[in-house]
Every structure is written in C-alpha cells, then in structure tokens.
C-alpha cells in the first residue's frame, strides 16, 4: 500500500519534466527563410538583409492563386540581427531561419571585410553550420540573387545549393563551401576562405518576374561561377576556370571532369577523369626554404573522339597520356601562381608544413606571409586511360582507310 501511495507523486513530477519546448511556435506563424542575402547600403555604413521566404501556399498547390513560389524581403539595420529584428516591419510572422540552405553575400561587402558576418553566422543558433555561402558578382547584388525565379526546382536558394553539389560531381570547378568550412579557414594563419561565385545568366529584372517559369528557354538563369579568394576576412580576387580546377586538383576535391587534348594537331579528343589522388609532401633540404612536392594520379576513360589515330597502339595510348599529364600539370600551377600572387595561402601549404615539420613550422611561422609567394613547388603528374567506353577506333579511322 505504501509503494502505491508513492506511485501517484513520482508520475506527477515525470510530467512536469515532459512538458513541451519552452520557444516553441505554431508553423503557421512562422515564415521559413530558405536563403539570405547581405549587401552594403547606398551609405555605405548599415547592411541590406533580404529574406527568401517560402510561400507555403503556392508550393503546395492546393490553396494557391498563382503567385510566386517565394517572396523576398529587405530590411535595413547597423547589424545583421537588427535588420532581422527590423523584419517584423514587413512580415506578419516570425522569422524562422533554421531551414536556409544559403547564404549569399555581395562582391563590394565582401572586399571590405565579413567578419560580422562570420561573427553572426557562428553566434546564431537557428542557422546551420552546413549552409553554403556564396559571393555575388559584382554587377549583380544579393537580394537580386534571392529574387529569381527558377524554372526546374520552386525554391530558387535549394536549387542554388543543388547546383553546388551536381557541378561539384560532374565538372569540378567549384565545390561545396558551408559556414563551418569558411569559420575554420578564416581563422588559418595567413589564409582565407575560398567561396564560390554565383551571378546572373540574363536580366537580373527578367529573373525574378514569373515569366521566367513559364518559358522553355526562360528569362535568365542563376549561374555558378567561379571562385572568389580571400585573406583573412576579405575578398582579394578571383580565380578563373582554369585555375578553379587546379585548386581543387590540389586540394583533392576534384571527383569528375572533362579534359581535351589535340595530340599532334590530328584532332580534339575528350576524355572524363574517372578516379583522382592528390598528395603533398613537404621536403626540408634546407631549414629555411621548405620545398612542395604535389604527386596527381588520375584515371581517365576517352569520351569523344575527332580524331582518326588508332587507340590500339600502346605508343599513342602513352602519347596521350603525356598530354593529359601536361594539361593537367598547367592548371594546378596556374592555381599556385595565382595564389601566390594574391598572397593567400588558399593551398594550406602552411598547415602542411605545421603538421609533417613542426619544428620547423616553429621557427618558420614568423616569416611565412614572406616565404609563401616565392615558396617552392615540384609537380609529379601519372596518368592512365583505363578505357574508350564501347569503341576503340574511332568509326573515322575506318573511313580514313577507305
């Protein structure tokens, strides 16, 4: 009788820690934010924070009247967190940014510096620490990236992050740049992040009317560019799409991409990097000048042919190999020149050196923004073509018999 007497309040107080979040809110009055975008003011001085938000109604198509999918939304503030406070101005609902996948940032604020931004980013417990981060052309602002419509994918900042991913896999010029991977590389001595570029294909003011999702060729298109490199917390400049894909071959994030050669000026031959591996190690001859040595192995298949040399001849299977080894050797030095020249050690030689040599790291770490832009690199390059797909010879050569 006891132990029952006793049941009663111990099931009472197990309640009470089962009570529900003490923040929570009702979906339906909250608005999700799917990107933001940070731009400078006209003065100069405050920040321009849109909102992409989701219209709930047109997404799902039931209750819809042939709106837009998204609606964006500008507020002004000295601080991003006031501009998002400032959104209750404009939005009758509360502004639930846990569900952005973007995050995009203008050319002319990045160059004058983000570190409120990171600062913001790092701080706030709603926003993911795996939402990406772009840097909008200049010429092209970040509410004007948040404002197109996108003809495949309703939402246009998860269509952004999709393309992130699929070009990432498929062609390998930029790669998946999110909040944490841009807090750890600011903080990298003598580094900075590296960001990809996003502008626009077309009118910015034809992208975001709703024609654009009513045309097969449509008004404008959110394009993937190239990379933006930083130092520190500031934009000093771009790569090209060369010298994207040498970084990206250097820093072993390449998966797939499109080579062409023309051996002998006897035609293009296209072929697709299968399989790559990139190592890098570092050389003391002398304590004071540490030496790079990149090692590139690639696996490559031919992809297209204009050409009518004979793949079963094992010398002109060596000889295009030579040649894929060149192209490849030409991108990956035009990434370390630009690097250098930017003085942005975007390669992580300097954490290299830290890891493999401390000791050396140590008594080198005070000249290293010095040693970087003059550093030593030795390049070993091996590839093999492992196949031709269904043919061999081209149908060409065939010809070129007759």
């Known amino acids: 009788m006891r132990s029952r007497g006793m049941r009663l309040p111990a099931i009472l107080f197990a309640l009470l820690l089962l009570s529900g979040c003490w923040d929570a809110e009702e979906l339906n009055r909250r608005a999700v934010v799917a990107g933001i975008g940070i731009d400078l003011a006209p003065d100069k001085k405050e920040y321009l924070v849109s909102f992409q938000v989701i219209n709930a109604d047109e997404i799902s198509g039931k209750t819809g009247s042939g709106g837009t999918p998204t609606v964006v939304y500008t507020t002004q503030g000295r601080s991003i967190m006031e501009a998002v406070r400032k959104a209750s101005l404009l939005v009758p609902r509360l502004m639930s940014t846990a569900h952005a996948r973007i995050v995009v940032i203008s050319e002319e604020l990045a160059r004058q510096g983000i570190s409120d931004i990171v600062d913001f980013l790092d701080r706030d417990s709603d926003i993911r620490l795996t939402a990406k981060i772009y840097v909008a052309k200049e010429g092209t602002n970040a509410r004007d990236i948040l404002s197109g419509l996108s003809p495949m994918g309703k939402i246009t900042a998860y269509s952004l992050a999709q393309k992130t991913e699929m070009t990432s896999e498929e062609y390998g010029v930029n790669y998946p740049v999110e909040v944490d991977d841009l807090i750890r590389d600011i903080l990298a001595p003598d580094s900075g992040p590296v960001i990809n570029g996003v502008d626009i294909l077309g009118s910015a003011e034809q992208i975001r009317k709703q024609r654009n999702l009513q045309q097969t060729d449509g008004l404008g298109h959110l394009r993937m ?148 832009p003059k550093v030593e690199v030795e390049y070993q390059v091996d590839s093999i073509v492992r196949n031709s797909q269904m043919r061999d010879r081209s149908f060409k050569y065939d010809l070129k018999k007759e």
């Open 225 to 372: 560019s190239n990379l933006a490199v930083f130092k520190g917390d500031r934009l000093r400049g771009w790569l090209n799409e060369e010298e994207s894909l040498g970084l990206n071959w250097l820093k072993g994030k390449l998966r797939k991409t499109a080579i062409v050669i023309d051996p002998e000026r006897q035609g293009k031959i296209t072929m697709d990097v299968s399989r790559s591996k990139t190592t890098t190690q570092v050389i003391l001859k002398d304590p004071d000048r540490p030496v790079f040595v990149v090692k590139v192995t690639a696996q490559l298949s031919v992809r297209e042919m204009d050409s009518t040399i004979d793949l079963r001849d094992p010398a002109t299977l060596s000889a295009m190999e030579t040649d894929v080894n060149q192209e490849i050797l030409r991108k990956i030095k035009a990434a370390v020149h630009k690097a250098q020249s930017l003085d942005s050690d975007i390669l992580g030689f300097g954490q290299l050196l830290e890891r493999q040599h401390p000791k050396a790291w140590k008594h080198l770490k005070g000249q290293w923004p010095d040693l970087f």
